[in-house]
């Protein structure tokens, strides 16, 4: 008996080395709040329209028991397995890109970027920025000798391609955040710093390009510029801003509580339960909720470190890069967006924001956190 329970406890044990509690724990439990502030934040809106006041919550808990599953399917394959199908992956996401365009393609609110299945809409993008992760990691692991210039100009253009494709969606938003990603793996891959100059400057160059060529609609020049100067811009630019703020200036220190505050029943936040959930956390739990829920992100960005430096080799080290600059830079720029000194750019906040797309493709990025840290402490 004495032997059995030894052997039990000693499996326990290395199972809990294996498996990151933490980065788990944090991970299930910013799911769940998604889901209770998608409630109170859609709640009062339902009923006033005499719709279905559980419309949104159990939607969005189907997505998450789909996307946790996800989870574990990621964390249980060998990530190292990625690396001989990342050719297969960045072509079918190029396919779907393309298909999404195509009259197959749903159209809404002036946008084509998702595949209507069902009741259920389907948006490639979301899955674009794993995918841009891996075949960057794939590509820069298979240099071990280092990066030149001839890597660079590959590897943007690689990127180039679908970024260009999701611009045409149009989604600057996701274009922006698998930029980022792009930057941050070739800094973390080692390439020289006066390329990464020389990639910064030519980005910078294209931008404006295609703002004199008028490639970036006036609507979303302004939407991406109103921040810097609120007062001179259009009030159609500022309003959802001007509300998210003012939504979480009445939460205070601890807020109205949940299903409380005006701003949030009624329903002054246009989409709140997408880009804007921010202020409704703002609104109800206040300075301390908020504090709080930011602290959960900083802890799931250090545990993702960690297992990036865990990581027995470049590819695993590569994969915890890009999944890091995908979830902090996402925080980053739905937060400062509701508080207004971030660009309005439609990024949802990572597991909180409702859609079944963004669930599902930030639980997938942390199941392959979770198989880099089992396969390095094993």
């Known amino acids: 008996m004495t032997y059995a329970t030894d052997t039990l406890a000693t499996r326990s044990r290395h199972l809990t080395t294996r498996v990151d509690p933490i980065l788990l724990g944090t991970t299930l439990l910013l799911g769940v709040t998604g889901i209770v502030m998608i409630y109170s934040a859609t709640r009062g809106k339902l009923e006033l329209a005499g719709l279905d006041p559980h419309y949104y919550l159990k939607r969005q808990a189907a997505f998450f028991v789909i996307s946790v599953v996800v989870l574990v399917a990621m964390a249980a394959l060998d990530y190292r397995r990625l690396e001989s199908l990342a050719t297969v992956f960045y072509v079918g996401i190029v396919v779907a890109l393309l298909a999404v365009l195509s009259p197959v393609g749903s159209h809404a609110l002036g946008s084509q970027r998702w595949f ?47 970024i260009l494709l999701i611009i045409k969606q149009p989604d600057l938003g996701t274009a922006i955040v698998m930029s980022v990603i792009l930057l941050v793996m070739l800094a973390a891959a080692g390439m020289p710093g006066r390329y990464l100059v020389l990639l910064l400057v030519s980005a910078g160059v294209v931008i404006l390009l295609a703002l004199n060529l008028g490639l970036v609609k006036h609507y979303q020049i302004q939407r991406l510029t109103s921040f810097l100067s609120p007062n001179g811009a259009s009030t159609a630019a500022t309003y959802n801003v001007d509300q998210a703020k003012i939504a979480i200036a009445n939460g205070g220190i601890f807020g109205r509580g949940l299903g409380g505050g005006a701003q949030t029943n009624l329903a002054y ?34 545990r993702i470190l960690r297992t990036a430096q865990l990581a027995k080799d470049t590819y695993g080290r590569l994969l915890c890069a890009g999944v890091f600059a995908l979830v ?51």
């Not at 490639?124 to 841009?132: G, K, N, Q």
């Not at 990066?147 to 100009?153: E, G, Q, W």
């Open 269 to 302: 936040v246009p989409e709140q339960q997408t880009d804007f959930i921010f202020s409704a956390v703002g609104e109800q739990l206040g300075f301390v909720g908020a504090g709080v829920l930011l602290l959960a992100y900083g802890v799931l960005a250090w």
């Open 116 to 162: 209507s299945v069902g009741p259920l809409q389907l948006q490639p993008s979301e899955f674009a920025t794993l995918v841009l992760i891996v075949a960057i990691a794939t590509y820069c692991a298979r240099r071990p000798e280092g990066l030149d210039f001839r890597d660079l100009v590959r590897m943007v253009l690689m990127a180039a391609f679908p």
């Open 328 to 378: 902090v830079f996402s925080v980053f720029e739905n937060v400062g967006m509701n508080m207004g000194i971030m660009p309005v750019a439609g990024i949802p906040l990572p597991f909180l924001s409702y859609g079944g797309s963004a669930m599902i493709g930030f639980m997938a990025a942390m199941g392959l956190v979770m198989s880099v840290h089992y396969r390095s402490t094993r």
